[in-house]
């Protein structure tokens, strides 16, 4: 079992930055991927940016060159650097872990206001 928490949500103006963090814990030898996705009100919940274990990044045609995902494989950490946000950014964002056994396992979420 791997158990995930995100921390540094909040609200922002448009325009702003902010950096969400995730730590897991558990049983995280066999974890090969982290991430964030993210769901807004109404709407289906989406990724937003991955990364694996030797760093290949993937991220949201929405957020390329607005935010960049950083992994920190010591210490099971995943970060999300957020600039330039706009209001559409507005959603609660979920970080994930997904072991080698493609288990994935999900953060509580933390919220993001941005505000016009």
């Known amino acids: 079992q791997v158990q995930v928490v995100e921390s540094g949500g909040g609200l922002v103006q448009a325009g702003g930055s902010l950096t969400l963090s995730c730590a897991a814990s558990g049983s995280t030898f066999g974890i090969i991927l982290m991430g964030w996705y993210r769901q807004a009100p109404g709407k289906q919940r989406e990724l937003v940016a991955t990364v694996t274990g030797d760093s290949r990044t993937n991220y949201a045609d929405s957020v390329k060159g607005r935010f960049t995902i950083s992994r920190n494989n010591a210490k099971n950490t995943v970060n999300l650097q957020m600039t330039s946000l706009k209001p559409e950014d507005t959603a609660v964002y979920y970080c994930?872990?997904?072991?080698?056994?493609?288990?994935?396992?999900w953060g509580q979420g933390t919220q993001v206001t941005v505000s016009s």
């Open positions: 994930t872990a997904e072991t080698y056994r493609l288990e994935k396992y």
